[in-house]
């Protein structure tokens, strides 16, 4: 059973970039879109992005001038990159697998990350 | 693209229904049967219940079902236990560059 082990700094400095690593383990990257969203303290879910396992993304408009995802074959993996954080970045990212026919599942455990001077 | 609107919060004694309505426009919610429910609990990941409107994975139970009328999706959870006390969330696929939209949450209390 596929299951998403995920890392990162939980606290980034207004204006640092944000980065996070989500492993796959119990299955392959190849067939699927890997994917990223997050939770801001009290809010709803916003998706972010998604890649494939030829390096395939879309992102969200809102946020695409500062995000970049990457996948690594060869480790199982894929990564977020968000550049010039704010405090409106701080949030719970998770990771998560997109199924054919779009949902979400399974997902990572979430990283909180927050962002403060 | 805007969020899904959701009630913010519904409630129910145990072993009643309860309903989430999730309402979005014929760009997403009406326009494909790319609609899934999340069950979120304080600190843990989303549980996926409900994918394609209707379809249940293996390991949820069948106290819970969705449904889709036109713009507006629906889900049903009947039989309530104090287990099932938690936030949900709608998606749908949208017809725009933003792809994937999810429902503004509604916090289930089980009375």
């Known amino acids: 059973q596929v299951h998403l082990q995920q890392w990162g700094p939980g606290l980034l400095k207004p204006s640092e970039t944000l980065s996070l690593t989500c492993v796959v383990y119990?299955?392959?990257?190849?067939?699927?879109?890997w994917t990223w969203i997050r939770q801001p303290p009290g809010k709803g879910l916003e998706w972010i992005g998604e890649?494939?396992?030829?390096?395939?993304?879309n992102y969200n408009p809102s946020l695409e001038s500062r995000v970049t995802i990457s996948v690594d074959t060869s480790k199982n993996q894929f990564s977020l990159k968000v550049i010039s954080v704010t405090a409106a970045d701080t949030a719970v990212y998770f990771c998560?697998?997109?199924?054919?026919?779009?949902?979400?599942?399974?997902w990572g455990p979430g990283t909180l990350v927050n962002v403060s001077a | 693209q805007s969020a899904l609107t959701q009630p913010a919060s519904v409630s129910g004694s145990p072993g009643q229904s309860i309903t989430i309505s999730c309402t979005g426009t014929?760009?997403?919610?009406?326009?494909?049967?790319?609609v899934s429910w999340y069950q979120k609990h304080p600190g843990t990941a989303p549980k996926l219940m409900i994918y394609?409107?209707?379809n249940r994975p293996s390991g949820v139970p069948n106290r819970f079902s969705g449904s889709k009328s036109g713009n507006t999706a629906s889900l049903t959870i009947s039989g309530l236990q104090g287990e099932d006390e938690a936030d949900y969330y709608c998606?749908?696929?949208?017809?725009?560059?933003?792809?994937?939209?999810f429902g503004t949450g509604t916090k289930v209390t089980v009375l």
């Open positions: 998560a697998r997109k199924n054919s026919r779009r949902w979400f599942d399974p």
């Open positions: 014929s760009s997403d919610v009406g326009g494909y049967d790319d």
């Open positions: 394609n409107v209707s």
């Open positions: 998606s749908s696929y949208a017809r725009s560059t933003t792809r994937y939209v």
């Open positions: 119990g299955g392959s990257v190849s067939g699927y879109y």
């Open positions: 890649i494939n396992h030829s390096g395939s993304t």
